[in-house]
């Protein structure tokens, strides 16, 4: 019995030894990394060049899951609920870290229920109109909403996106007789305003900005403080004469609460690498997102800010989900 003391402790101590080790060796298989909405979009198109990327740094498939629905909601409410282990990751964005929380009961709390990881890309949104509405110009919209008996109806992706709240912004500031007319995402807006069926739209840039290259739209004008370079020759609202005037859209990386901070420091360190890769840059910037980077502190603090500053927004337009 004595004897075999000495073994049993040595075997104790390997094992705890081997401890450490092992939680070292994150990723051990794939990873899913969850967008909340349908491919094609903006998030879609950053969460699959980010995906490509982040599997040749971690050595493991990271695996694109499209989970759309309730305005992105579903998507990131599973990432809240999955096991905190690295393994399932998600993409948020404005709507659904930021603006959800004050238009609908969450199935998830943006900032109890999640562990960011980083910034990704943040992109602006665009004013623009049917070319057969013989709108011209930021002016020529505010001018014709005022005189128009009943206004002029401007579409969106849905009540309560943030291209819903960049057009109720407008019309706060502008004093313009708009009437939001929602959407079932920016494709089917952009679809409508192509037919004519609608004079404007506020649409995500990076979804409009072809339509408006090849000449089936016209942009009145962006909504970021500074020109994006993809689209240079679109003056901003602020140049346009409203000065103050932004609203700009983001996405970043979230795994659940509770998920082991070396893992989320590494995940943190894997998309910033990605992001900073030249390659990368281009591909984004070219589809007018401005690829971003953050420590997972940093962007904890984005979001906290966000939440109000876009809760102001939603409580002065009176924006509701019907």
């Known amino acids: 019995m004595l004897r075999g003391l000495p073994v049993l402790a040595f075997s104790l101590v390997a094992a705890l030894a081997s401890g450490p080790v092992l939680s070292q060796a994150y990723p051990t298989r794939p990873v899913k990394l969850v967008v909340p909405f349908p491919p094609g979009g903006v998030t879609d198109l950053a969460g699959r060049l980010l995906a490509q990327e982040l599997s040749k740094g971690l050595g493991q498939p990271v695996l694109v899951e499209n989970r759309p629905g309730a305005g992105g909601t579903i998507g990131i409410g599973l990432v809240a609920k999955a096991p905190p282990d690295g393994y399932s990751i998600g993409l948020g964005n404005t709507a659904t870290l930021a603006i959800n929380v004050t238009l609908m009961k969450l199935p998830y709390d943006p900032v109890k229920d999640l562990a960011p990881i980083s910034l990704v890309g943040t992109y602006s949104f665009v004013a623009v109109a049917y070319p ?23 579409g969106s992706p849905g009540n309560g996106s943030p291209h819903h709240l960049a057009g109720e912004l407008f019309k706060t500031m502008t004093g313009a007789n708009l009437v939001h007319v929602p959407y079932k995402g920016s494709g089917p807006a952009l679809t409508a305003l192509i037919a004519g069926d609608i004079p404007v739209a506020f649409i995500e840039l990076p979804a409009a900005l072809p339509y408006i290259r090849s000449g089936k739209l016209r942009g009145l004008a962006t909504t970021s403080s500074r020109r994006p370079a993809a689209a240079a020759d679109l003056p901003t609202m602020a140049e346009a004469g409203l000065a103050g005037y932004e609203v700009i859209g983001f996405n970043g990386v979230i795994a659940p609460a509770g998920t082991p901070t070396q893992i989320v ?58």
């Open 132 to 154: 057969g509405a013989g709108i011209e110009s930021v002016s020529d919209l505010i001018a014709k909403a005022k005189a128009r008996p009943g206004g002029i109806a401007f």
């Open 265 to 322: 420091q590494q995940l943190s360190a894997e998309v910033n690498r990605v992001m900073n890769l030249p390659e990368m840059r281009e591909k984004l910037q070219a589809v007018a997102v401005e690829p971003m980077t953050a420590t997972p502190e940093q962007f904890s603090a984005f979001i906290a800010a966000e939440i109000p500053r876009w809760a102001r927004l939603v409580q002065a337009s009176g924006a509701r989900l019907d």
